[in-house]
C-alpha cells in the first residue's frame, strides 16, 4: 500500500507564498516522476510542475517563474514553492508519484487527497 500526503496549502493573500509538500510512503521500490496538479472548480485537473527522478524539471506556462518544484529522493517528498500567487492560482492542489512497489512491478501512477490552495485578491 503506498500513501502520499499532503500538507502546506491555506489562504493567502495575491503577492503571497506557499509552500506544498508530499510524502509518499509504503511499500515503494522506486520513484520515477513526481508532481503537482491542480483543478479549479468547473474545470479538468491539469499539470502545474513535475519533477523526474534526475531532477529535469517541467512547469505550465502559467506558472512558469513563479513556482518552483523540487524533490529529496531520500525522504521520498516533493516540494512546490510558490511565489508571487494570483487568485486565478486558487484550486485544489493534487500530489502525484509515479513508482513502483517492487523491481518486478510495474509503475503506476499514485494520487494525494489534494490540499487548498485560495488566493485572495
Known amino acids: 500500500q503506498v500513501q502520499l500526503v499532503e500538507s502546506g496549502g491555506g489562504l493567502v493573500q495575491a503577492g503571497g507564498s506557499l509552500r506544498l509538500s508530499c510524502a509518499a510512503s509504503g511499500r515503494i521500490f522506486s520513484i520515477n516522476t513526481m508532481g503537482w496538479y491542480r483543478q479549479a472548480p468547473g474545470k479538468q485537473r491539469e499539470l502545474v510542475a513535475a519533477?523526474?527522478?534526475?531532477?529535469?524539471?517541467n512547469y505550465a506556462d502559467s506558472v512558469k517563474g513563479r513556482f518552483t518544484v523540487s524533490r529529496d529522493n531520500a525522504k521520498n517528498t516533493v516540494y512546490l514553492q510558490m511565489t508571487s500567487l494570483k487568485p486565478e492560482d486558487t484550486a485544489v492542489y493534487y500530489c502525484?508519484?509515479?513508482?513502483?512497489?517492487?523491481?518486478?512491478?510495474?509503475?503506476?501512477?499514485?494520487w494525494g487527497q489534494g490540499t487548498q490552495v485560495t488566493v485572495s485578491s
Open positions: 519533477i523526474a527522478g534526475g531532477g529535469s524539471t
Open positions: 502525484n508519484a509515479n513508482l513502483r512497489g517492487g523491481s518486478m512491478s510495474p509503475y503506476a501512477n499514485y
